[in-house]
């Protein structure tokens, strides 16, 4: 048994335009650290000979992986992260993006915005190689190279063999909080008030819906996030819909939501696509009842503690936010988020997920 040096790889803009995947990517090198593991994130030229096993997360931005997989034949294992923007891209963004996703495939989409990026803002490709391969191939290369893939759910593996045809060894590695931050025993507020929904301002997060959603019903709604880089125009739709009567809190860390979470009463993410909503499951651990939209892989972790609504429906939005409202906090809820999705168990589900890339070779304390 011996400790590893790990290269966590994951979107070159992940401290400049913070997600949920920002919080997976350093309390998961966090916690590995703390089982006595080196663990590097995204170092500007990475020597490959230092580290005996690459770590990539985000399967969808196959741009930023490629490159390093053609540097050096290092064994890798893939955080795959598989979100699904087709049924909001294609049904209901705006403008050309929007227009392309009515007639091309997801994969032939998402090549576009990234080949857009590219030439018209300058955002860089990892390698050329992706521009004549395409999205899909290159998805399908990283995915058969891994030596394990390490989806947050069950679902988010079964969603990506039916997408892409390949099959490969997996640990499900859960999200989770941290105990430090979101399992303290310290008092909760008790009389809470209030909506808040915390995550980036961008459509497929939904929060324009739930502001027409909640109109005229008096719930104070708080929204905490910065707009998503490229949709500065709906993040000003939500400024104009919402008027004076919704609170909007800019992107905060960790640290600085715990107010927030301690206050409100009702935690709502009624996005079109998550594979965990990593927002709702902090929220749940400090006492919030649960409203998230249907759709992804948010079941597998919620199951029936939570309030689940249809994104395109203001009326079922509403009546779920209004039953989490006046229903009692789910107690049974805040004691499996307690007990199982918390950063060292996901560490530990990590190192399984190693161990499978390098041939159970002598590895790793777990």
């Not at 891994?146 to 988010?156: K, Y």
């Not at 939501?257 to 909503?277: D, I, M, N």
């Amino acid at each position: 048994m011996f400790p590893l040096n790990i290269l966590m790889l994951a979107r070159p803009n992940l401290l400049s335009d913070p997600g949920g995947d920002t919080v997976q990517v350093f309390e998961t090198a966090q916690a590995l650290r703390r089982r006595g593991h080196q663990v590097d994130i995204n170092p500007e030229q990475p020597d490959y000979r230092a580290y005996g096993l690459l770590h990539f997360f985000n399967i969808i931005r196959p741009e930023d992986i490629i490159g390093h997989l053609e540097r050096t034949d290092k064994p890798y294992v893939v955080s795959t992260v598989y979100v699904n923007y087709e049924e909001y891209d294609r049904f209901h963004r705006p403008g050309l993006v929007g227009r392309a996703a009515r007639i091309l495939t997801a994969d032939q989409t998402a090549y576009l915005k990234t080949v857009g990026k590219w030439l018209l803002k300058g955002e860089p490709l990892s390698s050329c190689s992706f521009l004549w391969q395409g999205r899909r191939a290159t998805i399908q290369r990283i995915l058969e190279g891994a030596g394990c893939w390490l989806p947050n759910s069950h679902s988010e593996y079964r969603r990506l063999v039916g997408d892409y045809g390949v099959e490969n060894d997996y640990v499900v590695v859960p999200n989770g909080v941290a105990p430090r931050l979101f399992l303290s025993e310290w008092p909760v507020a008790g009389n809470r008030v209030g909506i808040l929904c915390v995550g980036r301002i961008e459509g497929r997060k939904n929060q324009l819906n739930l502001i027409r959603a909640l109109k005229g019903t008096s719930l104070p709604l708080t929204l905490v996030g910065h707009p998503a880089r490229n949709q500065r125009g709906y993040y000003e739709l939500c400024r104009r819909e919402a008027g004076g009567s919704i609170r909007f809190i800019g992107h905060l860390p960790q640290e600085r939501l715990l107010p927030f979470y301690r206050q409100a009463r009702v935690h709502v993410l009624p996005s079109w696509f998550e594979t965990t909503g990593l927002s709702s499951l902090e929220a749940a651990a400090l006492g919030c009842n649960i409203v998230a939209g249907d759709r992804g892989d948010v079941r597998e972790y919620f199951q029936d503690s939570a309030w689940y609504c249809e994104p395109g429906s203001l009326e079922s939005i509403r009546q779920a936010v209004q039953e989490a409202y006046h229903a009692p906090p789910d107690t049974a809820l805040k004691e499996r988020i307690r007990k199982t999705y918390n950063w060292d168990n996901a560490a530990g589900r990590t190192l399984e997920g190693y161990a499978i890339a390098l041939g159970n070779k002598g590895l790793v304390a777990f």
